[in-house]
């Protein structure tokens, strides 16, 4: 989190957008070098502001924020991996994550790549709450919609469209061999799941509306 210090490209522009975040007191709008810097979703540079803000300008508070996104992926993924595979699958899902070459590589440079990837982890949490519940509870509703949000605002609509493509090939899974076509690769079922996910998605719309 200390080492190496910020690289002069990705690195810094994204740091000085965060610290004149600040300094204008400007939390809508970015710029950088005094220009409006638009190409971005708001959400990491929110969280450097407000590490800035705490803890000063510098190398180790500009990765905090991402550290602590990197461990609420660890706790996500093994929360993930026990309601799916039981409680050894969920510390194998950390272990894998925590000694892969990924994580270590994209949380040297200042990208929000790993908050995407927690924000995904507990979308699919939620999403696989929600078959599992009869019809889902407004929580697993709530959680799912809030996940999704968050992505969005952290990497623009691939908060969405991963969830929605996730949930398509989940239905196709379950739809398609009821119209007595052969079934497409599925999505790994990480165990059976009794119910008609075909019509659960009607009972979700109707569960979220109430």
């Known amino acids: ?8 490209d990705v690195d810094t522009i994204h740091a000085e957008a965060a610290r004149e ?12 070098n ?6 971005k979703a708001p959400l990491m540079y929110w969280s450097l502001a407000g590490s800035y803000k705490l803890f000063g300008i510098s190398d180790w508070s500009t990765r905090l924020p991402l550290m602590l996104g990197f461990l609420a992926l660890v706790l996500a993924t093994y929360s993930l991996g026990c309601y799916a595979f039981g409680e050894r699958g969920g510390f ?31 979308s ?18 709530w959680g799912f919609a809030a996940a999704c949000a968050l992505n969005v605002l952290t990497k623009g609509l691939i908060g969405l ?4 493509a996730t949930i398509r ?17 599925s999505v790994i079922r990480p165990r059976d799941r009794h119910g008609d996910f075909c019509g659960s998605i009607s009972s979700t719309n109707t ?4």
């Open 1 to 8: 989190m200390f080492t190496p210090p910020l690289l002069d």
């Open 21 to 32: 975040m600040l300094l204008r007191n400007d939390w809508v709008t970015l710029y950088t």
């Open 34 to 39: 005094g220009l409006r810097y638009l190409e």
């Open 92 to 122: 194998y899902s950390g272990l894998v994550l925590v000694t892969s070459i990924g994580p270590y590589i994209f949380t040297r440079f200042l990208i929000p790549d790993v908050l995407v990837g927690l924000w995904l982890a507990i």
């Open 124 to 141: 699919y949490y939620f999403f696989l709450r929600s078959l599992d519940e009869d019809p889902p509870s407004r929580l697993t509703c």
């Open 161 to 164: 469209v991963f969830p929605i």
């Open 169 to 185: 090939a989940r239905w196709f899974s379950w739809c398609w061999p009821r119209r007595g076509i052969s079934s497409p690769p």
């Open 207 to 210: 569960s979220c509306g109430s």
